[in-house]
Structure formats: C-alpha cells, structure tokens
C-alpha cells in the first residue's frame, strides 16, 4: 500500500527499510511474504528539488561529481541513473592481499554467487559472465551484462508495492533521528518537508540510503546516542573508495571481438590478470574499448594521430581498411581503488539541512598505489598491442608521462558515481562497521544495505552486488524472524 502522509502510518511493523533505491525495494519483497514492512522514502516519485538538495555537501580533496548530481534522492534512487553494466565479483576481490595491506571480506565469493541466478532474473539478463585466456599475457577477456532500460527498474516494484497486503511505503518521509537503549534501536523519527513529524517502532530497522547516505547518518544516530555501543565505533564513514574512470588513450585494431552492436556499450573489456597484479604489487584495472565507426569525426582524429605516432604501421592497414576489417576508437580504464582510511565521509556541523542534520563533507582523493596502478597497467596494455602486432594505443600525454590526468577535457572523466566504503562489512568492529550478516556492531535490530558495506570494490559496476547482498540479508532476516 502507497501512504499519502505520514498519518497513515501504522503503530509498529516487523521491518522498516528506510529508502526505496535497488537494496530497499529487493528486500522488501523478499520479506514481503511473512512480515509487514514499512519502507520510508526521502523523496517522491519524481525527482525534486527540495529532496536533492538534502544531498548537498562538499568534497575535499580531487576533482568529484557534485553530491546533488551523483545521487539521486527519489524512488528508485540512483538506479533512476543507472547505465546499467553489470558483472559480478572475481573470487580475488575477496582475498586478503598482506602485500598491499588489502583486507578479505568477511565472506566468501560464493556466499553472493548463490544469489546470481535469482539477481539475473530480477535483472532479466543472462547469467553469464565469463572470464577466458586472451592471446595477451597479461589480460583476460571478461564479458560484462547490461541490463535492458535500467533507468526503469524501479517502475514493477509500484504496482508491486500497492498490491501488496505486508508492505507500505511512505513517500516525502525523512529519518531525522533514532533512539538507541543498550543495543537496540528502540524507535526511530521521521518528518515530512511539512515539518510534520512520527514516531516508527519496529523490530528490526535498515538503512538502504545509499553508499554516502549510510554513513552520514549512522554518524547523526552515533553523535546522538553517546551512550550506545555505537558511538565507540570509529571506523563509520571511513574507507570511502570509487572506482577513477580515465581516457587513457585512443587505439586502433584489426581484432573483430571490438566491433559493438550498442552505441552506448563497449563490446571488447580487458581485465589485468590476478598473477601480474600480485607480481607487480598493483590493485585491478579493466580497460573499455569504445569503438567507432571509420566515417566518424572520433575515428578520423584518430587514423590523423597515429599516422604520425606510427606511420608505418597505419601504411600496413591501408587494404584493410577498404574492407572495414579495421576498427578504431577511444580507450577507457576502470580502476579498483585502495580503501584508504583518510578518505572518508564527515559531517559538517556548520552546513545543515532543512531538518537540522548536518550535510556531508566527502574526503577523496587518489593515491600513490591508484595512480600505480593506472599507469602500469595502461603502459602494459600498449606495449603488449605493439609486441603482439594487435594494433596501437596512443596513450594520454600525462599517463605516458607518468602523471595522471587532472580533469574531465584531459581525459579525467572522475568515477562511476560508485560510492562504496563507509560501513564497510568486517570480522570485527574493530575494523569496520557491520558484521557477515550486515547487523551494524553494537547493536542487535540495526542494518545496512548497500554498497557501502564493501570491504573492496574490484572493478565490476555494484549495482548487482548490492542485489545480492540484498538477497542475502532478506534470506537472513527471514529464519531469524520466524
């Protein structure tokens, strides 16, 4: 049932889910069908403005997207963005890595892989997501998913929702605030942008905001419950990581794998194989080929370059091109970034919102091993192109240089809007914020969904991980809510 206003809402429900996005709609209809759920929606069903600008903040440190711009902050919430690539996790994004001071999820890779099949239905994509031995020696070929119309994933769960006997949804209903006794979350306050406000008691309550969102405001509920357990933990909104998106360089190729159907999605991925990684002491990268096509302006500025970067090879393709057995186009890495501690998510005391919370500063910027990791990996790819006689990549001036590109006309294009970190999953609470089952330390009701609890990010796209997370939780939720 859909809420019009806060009135309507009941005294008490088994569950409530604070935010509608990809996790709060998947767990909901996973619990749906024992208990009664509330779910409690920041915004409407169209974007607005007064519900952006509670994601105001600022960013310290590199170049970012604006917070009211890389989020969004009404039903369906960032999937209203989404581009849609999906791949899932590769069994070393869960390892430990002693070398890099890298730490394990808490879980095994297999823990989420039990989920695939359900999250590919939910998708509606083929489950199939092969890495294979590629004739370079230090790339695999990865195939990655994309899902049909994502910016639409939200509309089913609608109907979905009004039908439903067990589920309400509140719109235009925001936390501002919780009670936390000993453990346990005992009731939390919400309010309209009418300033009308509500109690919610429920038994047990998670926080599906969104990976910046999840961490501002377990830091509101910390600083107002000072004699709870969870104002000793200091490790929420630390370990904040994306993944940086780079045009490292433009390339030309007769491999037939890079022609692509879809104007907007690469057809050819290159990911840098785990041995050379470990070998070299580097986090992952995985490299986008973007072609196009021979009469565009892309692919003529490009034959221009190279026929002065390599003259003598680009005379070599001259027949092939006649018979459109050569493809050109632009060059794009995603990196994995280090969880550093110092890049992390603050509140500002001096910049609140319109219900009196405190607005977020972000602190990101990317580190030594970052800019490692791109350079040498970009630097590996283009010599392997000439060694193998694959083609050529004409590398970014600044990376050739050993320097990273500054901004987006440079060929810094920032991130993937892939906030992750912040309440990072963990064995201990010494070393993050919630534990396997996504139960936030030091308490006994509270949870956080999302990809804020990734411990590392890889270099796949998040949004099927968080699904299957998801799963996970409602699965877990469900045999300990008999």
């Known amino acids: 049932m859909i809420l019009d206003n806060l009135e309507k809402i009941k005294s008490s429900y088994d569950i409530c889910i604070i935010g509608a996005g990809a996790s709060g709609l998947v767990i909901s209809e996973k619990l749906s069908k024992k208990h009664k759920i509330l779910i409690i929606e920041g915004g ?14 600022k960013v310290i440190g590199d170049n970012y997207f604006d917070l009211t711009t890389t989020r969004l902050r009404y039903f369906g919430g960032s999937t209203n963005h989404w581009g849609g690539w999906v791949r899932n996790f590769d069994n070393e994004d869960f390892e430990k890595n002693e070398k890099l001071n890298l730490t394990n999820w808490p879980i095994k890779k297999k823990s989420l892989d039990f989920y695939l099949d359900e999250t590919c239905k939910i998708l509606n994509i083929k489950n199939y997501f092969k890495t294979s031995n590629f004739e370079m020696p230090s790339f695999n070929k990865v195939v990655y998913q994309r899902v049909t119309e994502p910016h639409l994933f939200s509309k089913p769960y609608i109907n979905k929702i009004k039908n439903s006997k067990n589920i309400d949804l509140c719109l235009n209903s925001n936390l501002i605030n919780a009670e936390i006794k000993d453990q346990l979350v005992t009731k939390i306050l919400i309010s309209d942008f009418k300033n009308y406000k509500k109690e919610i008691n429920s038994k047990k309550y998670i926080l599906c905001t969104g990976g910046l969102e999840n961490s501002r405001i377990l830091l509101w509920l910390k600083k107002n419950n000072p004699n709870s357990q969870i104002f000793s933990n200091n490790n929420i909104g630390k370990y904040f990581f994306e993944h940086p998106h780079l045009h490292v360089g433009d390339f030309i190729t007769k491999l037939k794998d890079v022609k692509r159907k879809d104007s907007d999605f690469p057809a050819f991925f290159l990911q840098f194989k785990s041995d050379q990684k470990k070998n070299l002491n580097i986090l ?30 680009l005379e070599s393709l001259y027949n092939s091109f006649d018979k459109k057995l050569v493809c050109t186009g632009q060059l794009f890495l995603v990196s994995e970034q280090y969880p550093d501690f110092s890049n992390r998510i603050e509140l500002d005391p001096n910049d609140l919102d319109l219900f009196g919370v405190p607005k977020l500063n972000l602190f990101w910027k990317k580190g030594s091993l970052d800019k490692k990791t791109i350079i040498t990996s970009s630097k590996i790819l283009a010599k392997e192109f000439v060694d193998l006689n694959l083609g050529r990549i004409s590398l970014n001036n600044k990376i050739h240089n050993g320097e990273l590109p ?21 064995k201990d609470s010494k070393s993050g914020v919630v534990d396997e089952n996504l139960k936030v330390w030091g308490t006994n009701n509270l949870y956080v969904c999302g990809s804020s609890v990734f411990p590392r990010g890889g270099t796949c796209n998040p949004t099927l991980s968080i699904i299957q997370l998801s799963l996970r939780l409602g699965d877990h939720l469900n045999k300990i809510l008999l």
């Open 44 to 57: 409407s069903f169209d974007i607005s403005e007064k519900s952006q600008e509670i994601y105001a903040g």
């Open 284 to 313: 992952g990268s995985t490299f986008r080929f973007y072609h196009y096509p021979g009469s565009s302006n892309i692919s003529k500025k490009i034959i221009a370059e190279l026929s002065c970067l390599a003259p003598r090879y």
């Open 406 to 426: 500054e901004d987006e006309k440079d060929g810094n294009f920032i991130g993937g809007n892939h906030h992750m970190g912040g309440t990072r999953m963990s």
